[in-house]
């Protein structure tokens, strides 16, 4: 949890399952934690864990048996995962080129934020 | 529906002075209510008025739908760990764990031996030779034996180490997943009660400055930030919580459940800590004012 990110605590555990689920680091028919397992490790209420999976339930991503526990029952597009590899390969090489250039952490990463929010939002075939 | 705890101009004086005033709450039961304001705000004395340990000198109090302390059932329904998570120094933990059994009709033993086997403490250990932070899960395991429906906490992390902290405050949130247990603890650490509580009452110079649950506080409360202004054009619906002007720039938090439509104002969002913060300054700031215009009287 971050609380100083200005993302509800709630947001950022639906950010987390979901960017767990695109990179392939839980997959369906994985469980999810009890909300006492989470409560009783990073100490926040269990209201919020209890809405952040209810918002992922509502998704599609996951669903509840009840006395059982939470699973993952879909994930996004599957065929990404392949892709993903030399993707992060490619980005290893940019960021490899930009420390060479003598960029810092904070402007590899400004660049690269500022590059990603300004190209264009679809794909032209 | 019962209300966890139910104010209405409840005040309290100690002499002369009123240590809490014109105190009016409806906490309703299922939450976990933190209670934040500086030291001398009145947090613990209306924690005590919770638990009957003082009577109102005015209004009324009223907690799960009855008068504090009238009788031993009700006391049996609120588990309560005073400031500095007292123990008896000289007793031994089993000790403590007997009195509980022998006092609390509601005992559960089986729950109290397994959270002391979880904490891989010695139950023939004096009290006293615990560490600040086993000794609040102490104090923390006798409340919550007698399976109260109400647990209320004063201060119960403030001499913890960090550590200390995060273990009593996951121990206390693993409680209420467990249990339907309304919670109602103090502290002056924000970014704690942030993670823990659902619920926030703000108590400054001896009176409720705000209170509700923090998703609709931090939704009802904005900053807005413009070239410098008198206040008259801003939303009859908007409470103005506080203001600071530079040269040529006025920053306002504002109460209101109406969006800020004006082009002028940049409008933020606040954090909690913000928000918290601007109603003790304000609060501050008006005590300042009365104890100028008494000509410094104090």
Redesign the interface.
Same mark, same amino acid.
């Given at each position: 949890?971050n @609380?100083?990110s200005?993302v509800?605590?709630y947001q950022q555990i639906v950010q987390q399952v979901k960017s767990a689920l695109r990179l392939g680091r839980l997959r369906v028919g994985d469980q999810l934690p009890t909300?006492?397992e989470v409560?009783?490790?990073? @100490?926040?209420?269990?209201?919020?864990v209890l809405k952040a999976y209810r918002e992922l339930e509502h998704d599609g991503l996951v669903a509840a048996r009840p006395g059982i526990g939470t699973f993952i029952v879909n994930s996004f597009d599957d065929t990404t995962y392949a892709a993903q590899r030399t993707l992060r390969r490619s980005l290893e090489v940019w960021i490899e080129k930009a420390r060479r250039a003598g960029l810092d952490d904070e402007s590899i990463e400004a660049l690269f934020v500022d590059t990603f929010l300004f190209a264009p939002k679809e794909v032209v075939v | 529906m019962t209300s966890a705890l139910h104010a209405t101009d409840l005040g309290k004086r100690y002499g002369r002075k009123w240590a809490l005033s014109n105190c009016t709450l409806d906490i309703p039961t299922g939450h976990v209510v933190g209670l934040v304001g500086p030291n001398g705000a009145g947090k613990t004395t209306l924690l005590h008025l919770a638990v009957g340990l003082l009577t109102p000198d005015s209004g009324t109090i009223n907690v799960l739908g009855e008068v504090p302390a009238t009788s031993a059932e009700q006391l049996g329904h609120i588990g309560f760990v005073a400031q500095n998570t007292p123990v008896y120094e000289h007793l031994s933990i089993e000790t403590h764990l007997a009195m509980g059994a022998a006092l609390n009709p509601s005992w559960d033993a089986q729950l109290a031996r397994r959270r002391m086997h979880d904490l891989a403490l010695d139950p023939s250990q004096h009290a006293g030779d615990l560490s600040g932070g086993q000794r609040a899960q102490l104090a923390l395991t006798l409340a919550i034996a007698k399976r109260p429906s109400l647990l209320l906490l004063d201060e119960p992390v403030a001499a913890l180490d960090p550590l200390a902290r995060r273990e009593f405050l996951a121990t206390l949130m693993e409680v209420v997943a467990d249990n339907e247990v309304s919670v109602i603890l103090s502290s002056h650490l924000v970014a704690d009660l942030e993670r823990v509580c659902d619920y926030l009452v703000v108590l400054a110079a001896a009176r409720v400055q705000a209170n509700g649950e923090i998703e609709d506080l931090l939704a009802s409360h904005h900053r807005l930030v413009g070239t410098r202004r008198d206040l008259d054009s801003l939303p009859t619906s908007a409470h103005v919580v506080e203001v600071s002007h530079t040269e040529r720039q006025t920053t306002v938090v504002v109460a209101s459940d109406d969006p800020i439509l004006d082009p002028t104002w940049s409008v933020e969002p606040l954090t909690l800590e913000d928000l918290v913060l601007a109603y003790m300054s304000q609060a501050e700031e008006q005590r300042r004012e009365l104890v100028r215009t008494k000509g410094g009287a104090s």
């Open positions: 949890m @609380a100083s200005g509800s605590p909300v006492k409560v009783g490790k990073i @100490a926040i209420n269990p209201n919020t | -």
